[in-house]
């Protein structure tokens, strides 16, 4: 499945919920996830997405760890039932 498809699923399985998955582009910073996924009940996180089997590149990876030290959660998201969890998890 390419990654345009599993794009596209979390923005439509988060929609469903009422939520919001933004894309994120930051001009001038490189490496950001690409959605801000907005969940009811004031709940965010990122998401990087990924063709099956692929992993963040090294500058990604620096960009995921900065966020979580400032306290969001980021997800590298590879197939739809990681989705599926994730999103399990910010229902309310």
């Known amino acids: 499945m390419p990654e345009k498809e599993i794009e ?6 988060t ?43 090294p500058l990604q990876a620096a960009i995921h760890r900065r966020l979580e030290r400032l306290g969001f959660a980021v997800y590298v998201i590879d197939n739809r039932e990681q989705i599926e969890t994730i999103l399990s998890t910010y229902r309310r």
């Open 8 to 13: 596209q699923y979390l923005a439509a399985r």
């Open 15 to 57: 929609k469903s919920l009422g939520g919001w998955a933004l894309k994120f582009i930051s001009p001038g910073v490189a490496g950001v996830p690409d959605r801000i996924v907005l969940m009811p009940g004031g709940q965010i996180f990122f998401a990087e997405l990924k063709r099956p089997g692929a992993k963040a590149r």
